[in-house]
């Protein structure tokens, strides 16, 4: 008589991992798992208690492997070096980003955003700035950053490359950064309209009505 097979609780959750990888996950079923495991499914409830608990191994998991590829030394800032290891991260492990993304906001995915925004705090420039400014930078290189991540996910991005994902995230991190600090952000503030009027002036545009406000589009002086 064959004896039965014995997996452990890491084999399963690997398993489980690379389905997901695969095939995404919905496919995430202990039937399904049990099918590429090429058992039944009582070795996985053996290990795991319930489908939750193999679910919130699978994503802690994902969560962990997005984290590594965010502390991976690419340049000498640690905050940009987060920005670049999540779009790559959703560049090579589509399915699992997919999976933090999904659990929503009290997932792992929104753990990982409150750690990247401490690490503002280790950039030596960045610890200078007040709280509110931090905030506000932050928010907008994140919404940056995640329309990044997008373009990757469903191939509208044009470069793929560490390189090019480094050079946008530092371009649009310098731009937001003196966007907030002169007050550009700030639409229909004193700081702005004197900005916008000054660089309208210059290019010998028409200034429209409310500086910033291009609805109609810039129109050239005669």
């Not at 695969?22 to 496919?27: K, L, N």
């Not at 950053?145 to 191939?155: E, I, N, P």
């Not at 480094?166 to 600090?181: E, I, K, Q």
């Amino acid at each position: 008589m064959p004896r039965p097979v014995s997996f452990s609780r890491e084999h399963i959750g690997t398993a489980a991992l690379d389905l997901v990888r695969r095939e995404g996950w919905d496919a995430l079923t202990a039937r399904g798992l049990a099918a590429a495991l090429g058992t039944s499914v009582a070795p996985i409830y053996g290990a795991f208690e319930s489908m939750e608990s193999l679910q919130a191994w699978v994503l802690g998991e994902a969560s962990r492997l997005l984290r590594a590829s965010g502390t991976r030394p690419r340049t000498d800032s640690g905050f940009l070096n987060s920005g670049i290891g999540l779009v790559l991260f959703a560049r090579d492990e589509p399915r699992l980003f997919l999976a933090l993304y999904r659990a929503g906001m009290d997932g792992e995915l929104e753990r990982h955003r409150r750690e990247v925004r401490s690490r503002m705090k280790e950039d030596a420039f960045l610890a200078s700035l007040g709280e509110g400014e931090l905030d506000r930078i932050f928010d907008q290189l994140w919404t940056y950053t995640m329309g990044m991540v997008m373009a990757m996910l469903f191939g509208h991005a044009k470069d793929r490359s560490e390189e090019g994902a480094a050079s946008r995230l530092r371009s649009a991190g310098s731009l937001l950064m003196y966007g907030v600090l002169s007050g550009l952000d700030e639409d229909g503030s004193p700081e702005a309209r004197e900005r916008w009027t000054d660089l309208f002036e210059r290019r010998g545009w028409t200034i429209p009505p409310r500086a910033g406000d291009f609805r109609n589009g810039p129109a050239p002086g005669r």
